[in-house]
Nanobody
Framework: VQPVESGGGMVQPGGSLRLSCAAS????????MSWVRQPPGKEPEWVAG????????VYADSVKGRFTISRDTAKNELYLQMSNLKPEDTARYFC??????????????????WGQGTEVIVSS
């Protein structure tokens, strides 16, 4: 079962959004997870990753210090708290299960493991 993202929307530069991802209960606490984004007309890029236990996180340089990835195993949910948003953060954001541990290398898993995504638009 693919993850399901929510929480996207339009926000002004400097604003904040919190994305959520509901994942399959059967495997959620077994795997690391990632957030991946795809800006309009561009290739996907890995944003952040977290291990199965939730105590190790890695971020792309472009979002480090502004975004926070976290997970709630009891709720089978993954989150991405985004602050100080910039126009270049505009993209479709995808939650991805990562049984291959690609997140540790700043890479994303095959898109078969992604949800449908949620749109984030940062514009004044």
């Amino acid at each position: 079962v693919q993850p399901v993202e929510s929480g996207g929307g339009m926000v002004q530069p400097g604003g904040s959004l919190r994305l959520s991802c509901a994942a399959s209960q059967l495997s959620f606490d077994h795997y690391g997870m990632s957030w991946v984004r795809q800006p309009p007309g561009k290739e996907p890029e890995w944003v952040a990753g977290i291990n199965a236990g939730g105590d190790t996180t890695v971020y792309a340089d472009s979002v480090k210090g502004r975004f926070t990835i976290s997970r709630d195993t009891a709720k089978n949910e993954l989150y991405l708290q985004m602050s100080n948003l910039k126009p270049e953060d505009t993209a479709r954001y995808f939650c991805a299960q990562d049984p291959f541990e690609y997140w540790r290398r700043g890479l994303f898993p095959p898109n078969a493991y992604w949800g449908q995504g949620t749109e984030v638009i940062v514009s004044s």
